[in-house]
């Protein structure tokens, strides 16, 4: 295990609070996520799948950081990591890469879909689910406490159901070329390796980004205290309205529980 990891490690196991919030991320997995790690999706399914990644966090993910940021009170250590991470999203600049909406775009491009393709258009091609999974990002990251919108943005909608093993160093992200090679997109969809930077910015470093997330929430939120019981009840809401958000992506695809 790393010493970087290691540091992760010790920073949650003795939290109670990084227990309840583990527990709910150990919940955020949905049924059709294995139809999109295998062949079989057509091109107009994958363009739902992604057109709703793109409109309903993608594309404003820096946006909502930024919003994050501007409510924190003067503490240097989350002002710091969040402003690296709003740096990373909004240009690309630690992972020498572009701005990651635009890296989500080059992807797409990769895959056939043209920039058309993800236009607004006034929400017309967005399930109703993923309208008020997006309204709660947005309310959440602009409003206080600001624990909220930092557990919110950087451990529910950065991390995954593979947090509690990431953390034990258990799960390691496979990184480099080796990211790009096994990447289903790549694998069974045909898109080259050279439209997956978003790929290759993630895995330079997501694996930072996981650790400061703990850290900024755990330094600033103590076990017992009414902010921790208000953090988890958020993050129970939002994966309720994730839930919801994904199950209607999944209908628009055409994908049910048995199916996929």
């Not at 008020?132 to 950087?154: F, G, H, I, K």
Request: with cysteine; proline share 5%; aromatic share 6%.
């Amino acid at each position: 295990m790393s010493d970087a990891t290691q540091s992760a490690t010790v920073t949650t196991a003795s939290s109670a609070l990084a227990e309840r919030i583990l527990a709910v991320m150990d919940r955020k997995h949905h049924f059709a996520y294995p139809a999109l790690t295998r062949p079989g999706l057509s091109r107009a399914q994958l363009l739902v799948h992604f057109r709703h990644e793109y409109l309903v966090y993608v594309r404003d993910f820096p946006v909502l950081l930024a919003r994050t940021l501007g409510q924190v009170p003067p503490l240097s250590d989350v002002r710091v990591s969040l402003a690296e991470n709003l740096y990373e999203e909004q240009t690309g600049g630690l992972s020498k890469s572009a701005p990651h909406p635009e890296l989500f775009l080059r992807m797409m491009e990769g895959l056939g879909f043209s920039r058309g393709d993800f236009d607004d258009d006034g929400d017309a091609h967005l399930h109703p689910a993923a309208i008020a999974y997006r309204d709660m990002l947005r309310a959440v990251s602009a409003e206080p406490p600001w624990q909220n919108a930092v557990a919110l943005l950087t451990i529910f909608v950065e991390g995954s159901v593979n947090e509690r093993a990431e953390l034990a160093g258990t799960f390691v992200r496979a990184t480099g070329e080796a990211a790009v090679s096994k990447h289903p997109l790549v694998a069974h969809y045909g898109c080259p390796p050279s439209a997956m930077s978003l790929t290759r910015a993630h895995a330079a470093i997501e694996g930072g980004h996981r650790r400061d997330a703990w850290r900024m929430l755990l330094d600033h939120v103590h076990d017992g205290t009414p902010l921790a019981d208000g953090v988890v009840a958020m993050l129970e809401e939002t994966l309720a309205r994730w839930t919801r958000y994904r199950d209607g992506v999944a209908e628009r695809m055409g994908l049910t529980r048995d199916g996929a």
